[in-house]
């Protein structure tokens, strides 16, 4: 017996587009949260959590 589950959406996953990330930065400037941020772009928390990681300078 064969089972296919086609109940799940398939996710198509892409980059953040320059634009994007300008505004991620303008938005944390102006003291917006992650949640925030990612509610107003579309996207997950974690996807502007990351972006926000890899921007930040090493310590």
């Known amino acids: 017996m064969v089972y296919n589950n086609h109940t799940t959406k ?3 996953f892409k980059h953040l587009s320059e ?3 300008e ?3 303008k938005l944390l400037e102006l003291g917006h ?3 925030e941020i990612a509610k ?5 928390a ?3 959590s990351r972006e926000v990681k890899r921007e930040q300078p090493p310590k």
């Open 10 to 12: 398939r996710r198509r």
């Open 46 to 48: 974690s996807t502007i």
């Open 40 to 44: 107003e772009l579309g996207r997950g």
């Open 19 to 21: 634009a994007e990330r």
């Open 23 to 25: 505004i991620i930065e």
């Open 33 to 35: 949260g992650i949640r």
